[in-house]
């Protein structure tokens, strides 16, 4: 099975550096460039199946490739959506830190184990996008190819699954407009790379 993994375009909250998790923001004029760019990438690699989160701009960044292959169904798979941040969901870092800054600075100091109020906590992130992806594996057929538009995060969390249980979370880097592929047999990883 091929596995591509996407992030979805830029958004505004990207270009404005806001935390956003389950916000479900939009893809701005940028963004939809990317996709555009991203279609024209991923349709030579003939997929089969497409997934996307519910949040509107992963479904957003599959439209330009979704009308070169209309008949490729589609699944929306919530377990790849981005970690949620609660109440500092559509605020900058520095306006979390004035409103909340005792727990901005214990969330800096452990960002993967310390959960502030009313935010998802990462190990719970974590376990549903690994849910999600066992799903999907268990769901696919050898021959398949698989394209999922998602998110930074969850992307992450799917490569430390699949490739490199040791990779640093922080340090992984998906630019948007551009693809990752994991090639499995027998759900075994064979071999994976970023194409830029």
């Not at 550096?17 to 991203?38: C, H, M, P, S």
């Not at 024209?40 to 599959?62: G, I």
Request: hydrophobic share 40%.
């Amino acid at each position: 099975m091929k596995l591509i993994l996407a992030r979805h375009g830029e958004t505004e909250f990207n270009r404005l550096r806001k935390f956003y998790g389950t916000a479900n923001v939009e893809i701005d004029e940028k963004g939809k460039e990317q996709a555009k760019l991203l279609a024209t990438k991923v349709n030579k690699l003939y997929p089969t199946l497409f997934v996307v989160t519910n949040l509107k701009r992963t479904v957003q960044t599959l439209v330009p490739l979704k009308e070169q292959r209309p008949t490729v169904p589609t699944i929306v798979l919530p377990d790849f959506a981005e970690k949620g941040f609660g109440c500092w969901e559509g605020l900058d870092a520095n306006e979390i830190e004035n409103r909340y800054p005792d727990e901005w600075e214990k969330w800096l100091a452990a960002p993967l184990t310390y959960t502030p109020p009313t935010i998802e906590a990462f190990s719970d992130f974590k376990e549903r996008v690994n849910y999600g992806l066992r799903w999907l594996l268990d769901h696919t057929m050898e021959n398949d190819v698989v394209f999922v538009v998602a998110h930074l995060g969850s992307i992450r969390i799917i490569y430390q699954e699949l490739v490199d249980p040791t990779a640093d979370f922080y340090s992984l880097n998906f630019p948007a407009s551009c693809y990752s592929v994991i090639n499995l047999k027998n759900g075994i990883v064979q071999n994976w790379y970023l194409n830029q």
